[in-house]
């Protein structure tokens, strides 16, 4: 195995980011979470269709929430949602305990948001990928789109946020908008 | 190391990767790009942002390579383009590509394939015939390359998606690189 070099070459790697005011870091880390979250919305959307093309049509809300929990999650995720809960009132709180995509991210203790980051100093750790960019919570912005374009796609409109809790579970919770 | 046996190395590091949906990868890239073009609405500028973002993943993803692929090590830069080719490309695309069209001093290479996971179910607008679609694949290759000391040039110069029947990448060794100590190594 040929020697892994322990810095990043000079030249063309990772530029430091742009000094930015705290405000308007702030304002451009929400664009590009709003962007981001699109295209999950995009992507969710149009991959539901794929997995629901030979489903009986689903009348209610949810109907199509456990939906996206069994089918959509088993599609994307390669597992259902541990747990679902409701108030029955339009809110569904969707808990996986082991969600894959946070499954090899972790909180950078060390580094500030948006700040540089050491980037390959650290060796073969596949986990290192986030190398101080980045928080766990930025990993499920796609996430969050996903779920909301799949269930949008379903007929229910709504607003989606996640929550981390600890090691790899995160709790989405869907709000129905309207009624 | 002989080609076969390093397609075997390829399909048994293929099967031990985590997959992940080719409909989730082809639609998720697809949505990517298409956020690229409507922020940058330029084709150049697009597939130069393509070949960052694959640098930045090809640096990464190079440890894992290294790690779990168990290609041997590259003599020359001709067994660095069969290990791409038949073990990294299969390992993370899913697809084996062939070597060829070497130039004479045997510092450029192509890779060449015909299915393209990426570009599953896109089809390229008219108007953004400039864009190399799959070019976050180049990106990759310069940045894993580089991690081990060749630094690269990689461009495609064949897409299916505009009408040709391969892909090709043509990849030019352009220097070995020194190996440097880390800044405050002791």
Not at chain 2, 99 to 105: A, H, K
Request: with cysteine; hydrophobic share 40%.
């Amino acid at each position: 195995v040929p020697p892994v070099p322990s810095a990043v070459p000079d030249g063309n790697a990772l530029p430091p980011p742009p000094l930015l005011s705290p405000a308007d870091a702030a304002a451009a880390a929400a664009e590009t979470r709003r962007r981001l979250e699109g295209v999950g919305y995009d992507v969710g959307h149009r991959l539901v269709e794929r997995y629901a093309v030979e489903k009986e049509r689903m009348d209610s809300d949810l109907e199509a929430v456990k939906f996206v929990c069994r089918d959509f999650w088993e599609g994307v995720f390669k597992k259902h949602v541990d747990v679902l809960r409701t108030n029955h009132k339009g809110l569904y709180v969707l808990t996986d305990n082991k969600f894959r995509w946070l499954g090899r991210v972790w909180a950078d203790e060390d580094s500030e948001e948006g700040g540089a980051g050491a980037v390959g100093a650290d060796g073969a750790e596949v986990g290192g990928a986030i190398g101080g960019r980045g928080k766990p919570e930025d990993y499920v912005v796609f996430p969050c789109g996903l779920i909301c374009g799949a269930l949008t796609r379903l007929g229910v409109r709504c607003r989606v946020t996640a929550e981390i809790a600890g090691g790899a579970q995160c709790k989405f919770s869907v709000q129905v908008i309207g009624g | 190391m002989s080609k076969a046996s390093l397609s075997k190395l390829g399909d048994a590091a293929f099967e031990r990767t985590d997959k992940v949906s080719a409909e989730l990868l082809a639609l998720t890239y697809g949505s990517f790009v298409r956020q690229l073009l409507i922020d940058y609405e330029d084709a150049e500028e697009v597939n130069a942002q393509l070949a960052k973002m694959g640098y930045n993943i090809g640096v990464r993803l190079v440890d894992d390579f290294l790690a779990k692929s168990n290609a041997p090590p590259c003599a020359s830069f001709a067994d660095t383009a069969d290990i791409v080719a038949k073990v990294a490309f299969k390992m993370f695309l899913g697809v084996p590509a062939l070597v060829g069209s070497w130039s004479s001093d045997r510092r450029t290479f192509s890779l060449v394939f015909t299915d393209n996971p990426l570009a599953e179910f896109t089809e390229l607008p008219e108007k953004w015939g400039g864009v190399w679609y799959s070019n976050v694949l180049c990106g990759v290759i310069k940045g894993a390359l580089e991690m081990v000391q060749m630094e690269v040039d990689a461009r495609f110069v064949r897409c299916t998606l505009r009408g040709e029947d391969l892909n090709e990448i043509r990849v030019t060794l352009l220097q070995v690189l020194q190996e440097k100590p880390p800044v405050d190594d002791e």
